[in-house]
């Protein structure tokens, strides 16, 4: 029985790696097989079930002819969802094609753990459950245009949780911060009690010190993949962003860094000065027209064709990288809104935005815009009031910190 298992454990994790050359099988077929991957993932779900009966409790387990065939009908299953899966890469895009192989990987992984399970009956039921959560994620329509829209709302959706925190910004507290002479005597008690106000001191008169949101000191933020030099046919990243850390200037004083994490602060950030409020809330709305322009691309391409193959999949792959550097820009747009902010590193933030959004709207089929053009020269229009907003406001605070 053991034997039996690993075998069939092994078959299926190989699936992925030779699903290729199993195609010409599945055509060769004698009894006709069901193509449909929604179809094929339901069928699955029951076939893992029935090894959750039949193999879920240890006082009646299956004789090993009985196992034999279940898991057989089960490899059945599993090749035939996969090679389905595998038959949409034909016309798949980047991104789809990226969908479809994280398809086929976890369809083969979560069945070669669930034929190990049987082995040990306690474990059965949660692999079953994996099995059904696989499944669950083969639904359609699987398409091209599935997979760029849930890609683009995801970047939507990011946008709009930065300007939610924007609008908190704005109910933030006022403090008006006093110059101080710096060569007067403070007593060193008074510096421990009023730490935290000291720091905002420090911040406004010196323009450095910690981001105390999420812990990162401004100068370790990275300038946004929006501002680079990007050929038409580049491959799409996958979005991941990442920040070194630089040492938490702190009243207790500076904590130690780790490899590849971040100091953590223990204190929120101090009052928002009337200049500070005045560029965050320049930059939220900077942030917004950008969001509706994101919005408006993610309306026409859900309403565009599902045909959508060729040409047309590698513009909208190219507006959904933008997207994406787009998100990167604006959440970090959106920490650097926090005192003590700094204006030379939020200047350029804010062109690395213009230049994403202008990049997404030249990138997009004029065929799928033709509808949103007016739209789309209206929010042109509004994103150049906002960022020569958001430029007069840094002007303005730097003239005022100097």
């Not at 005597?185 to 009023?194: F, G, H, I, L, Y």
Request: proline residues 4%.
């Amino acid at each position: 029985m053991q034997s039996l298992v690993s075998d069939t454990a092994r078959l299926l994790e190989e699936i992925p790696g030779t699903v290729g050359s199993l195609s010409q099988t599945l055509q060769d077929a004698v009894e006709p097989v069901a193509t449909d991957a929604v179809q094929l993932a339901e069928c699955l779900r029951t076939e893992a079930a029935k090894v959750g009966l039949m193999c879920g409790s240890a006082a009646s387990p299956p004789s090993v002819a009985e196992l034999q065939a279940l898991l057989q009908s089960l490899q059945r299953n599993v090749t035939a969802l996969c090679l389905s899966l595998h038959a949409l890469t034909k016309d798949a895009g980047p991104s789809f094609q990226q969908d479809l192989g994280r398809m086929i990987q976890a369809c083969a992984t979560r069945n070669a753990e669930l034929v190990r399970s049987v082995l040990r009956p306690a474990d059965v039921p949660r692999a079953v459950a994996n099995v059904w959560d696989t499944c669950s994620t083969v639904k359609g329509p699987l398409t091209n245009k599935s997979a760029l829209f849930k890609r683009m709302g995801g970047c939507l959706k990011a946008i709009n949780d930065t300007l939610r925190e924007m609008a908190e910004i704005e109910q933030q507290p006022m403090e008006s911060i006093q110059e101080e002479d710096s060569t007067s005597d403070v007593d060193n008690d008074e510096e421990v009690e009023s730490g935290s106000h000291q720091r905002r001191q420090d911040c406004a008169t010196n323009g450095h010190g910690p981001l105390c949101t999420d812990g990162l000191s401004h100068e370790s933020r990275e300038p946004s993949a929006a501002q680079h030099n990007r050929s038409s046919h580049a491959a799409q990243p996958d979005g991941s962003h990442a920040a070194q850390p630089h040492e938490s200037n702190t009243a207790q004083g500076a904590e130690e860094e780790e490899e590849g994490g971040s100091s953590v602060c223990d204190y929120e950030a101090g009052p928002f000065s009337a200049r500070d409020k005045d560029v965050a809330a320049a930059g939220r709305a900077l942030m917004g027209v950008a969001g509706q322009t994101l919005k408006l691309l993610s309306r026409h391409l859900l309403l565009g064709s599902d045909n959508l193959v060729g040409a047309p999949v590698e513009a909208w792959e190219n507006c959904v990288w933008h997207a994406q550097n787009l998100q990167s820009t604006i959440e970090d747009l959106g920490a650097a809104m926090y005192p003590p902010q700094e204006l030379d590193e939020i200047e350029g933030m804010t062109e690395g935005l213009v230049v994403s959004v202008q990049c997404m709207l030249e990138e997009v089929p004029q065929e799928h815009m033709e509808a949103a053009a007016e739209a789309a020269s209206r929010l042109q229009s509004e994103l150049e009031v906002a960022e020569q907003r958001m430029r007069a406001a840094v002007v303005s605070s730097r003239d005022e910190v100097h």
